[in-house]
């Protein structure tokens, strides 16, 4: 079973395979690396494909205390990541949580990224959300302790984000809550207190965010509500992004839609490489409804 460490020593497990330019993929806080499977038999075909699984998501090792779970440090794990496998650049891809990840590492080190691809990006991140989600991953948390990942993943994974999922693929859906409730209880409630319930909104980070360079693609589901406005704030603030927005789509639209996902980055990945996915033409921005800052 195949783990590298971290600077702080705890273990990541990690799959690969296929050859060629990196592709790294980080899991959404309800996923693992199994959940990137459609994506890595599309992609190993021409890259070399590393998933991972987050610490606290065995069997990458599950830390006790929750301070050992941030953003920094799920940033530093992407990093973590490629420096064991001594890679210099890489393209990454993150869902929700793992597009957090993805998103702060482009800000930190934009010159080991070649690109990064936000799926499923912004829950909690608006201002008008914000408060709000900090508690309920502090109340999540509490749930995963005291009734245990299959009780949580039974009312969790059925959120009005992933109902879209359960209705396109039943038998992809019971696999989804499958894998959520065999996860790490002390695991998910670190990984919500720690992480989620302590990560800094996007909305105060605009300035950061307007600095990316880094070749960037932004994909949201025209149904998972908490993340629209945030990936459009996204593609306003970073030059160098595209937006996507796949219809009648929810939250983990690489399992719900692959085809049309797998697609959409291939196209993103090829134009990347080709030297045509260039910044935004300067003549073309215009004042926006609602800035980086979320206020008219």
Avoid at 77 to 84: E, M, Q, R, T
Avoid at 160 to 184: I, M, N, T, W, Y
Avoid at 249 to 274: C, I, K, R, Y
């Amino acid at each position: 079973m195949p783990r590298l460490k971290t600077d702080d020593g705890v273990a990541l497990h990690y799959e690969e395979a296929g050859a060629g330019t990196p592709l790294v993929f980080v899991h959404e806080f309800a996923g693992d690396h199994r959940s990137w499977e459609p994506q890595v038999r599309h992609f190993s075909r021409r890259y070399r494909c590393i998933a991972y699984a987050a610490r606290g998501y065995p069997p990458s090792d599950v830390p006790e205390s929750f301070e050992q779970y941030s953003q920094e440090r799920a940033r530093d794990d992407v990093l973590a990541v490629l420096d064991a496998l001594k890679i210099e650049r890489a393209h990454v891809v993150g869902l929700s949580m793992g597009a957090f990840a993805t998103l702060h590492f482009g800000m930190a080190y934009p010159k080991r990224a070649l690109s990064i691809t936000m799926a499923g990006v912004g829950s909690g991140a608006h201002p008008a959300q914000y408060e709000k989600f900090q508690q309920d991953s502090k109340t999540n948390a509490e749930e995963m302790l005291a009734k245990g990942m299959e009780a949580f993943a039974a009312r969790y994974g059925h959120g009005p984000a992933r109902v879209q999922l359960q209705a396109k693929d039943p038998r992809g859906f019971a696999e989804f809550v499958k894998h959520l409730a065999e996860h790490s209880a002390k695991g998910s409630a670190n990984t919500m207190r720690g992480y989620q319930g302590r990560r800094p909104s996007l909305y105060g980070l605009t300035e950061q965010i307007k600095s990316i360079q880094v070749p960037a693609l932004i994909i949201a589901g025209d149904e998972d509500d908490v993340t629209l406005e945030t990936s459009l704030m996204l593609k306003r603030a970073i030059s160098t992004a595209g937006l996507a927005v796949f219809p009648k789509a929810g939250h983990a639209m690489n399992l719900e839609e692959p085809a049309l996902f797998n697609q959409t980055v291939d196209a993103f990945l090829h134009q990347v490489e080709s030297g045509r996915w260039a910044p935004r033409d300067a003549r073309s921005p215009v004042a926006s409804v609602y800035g980086p800052g979320g206020k008219p």
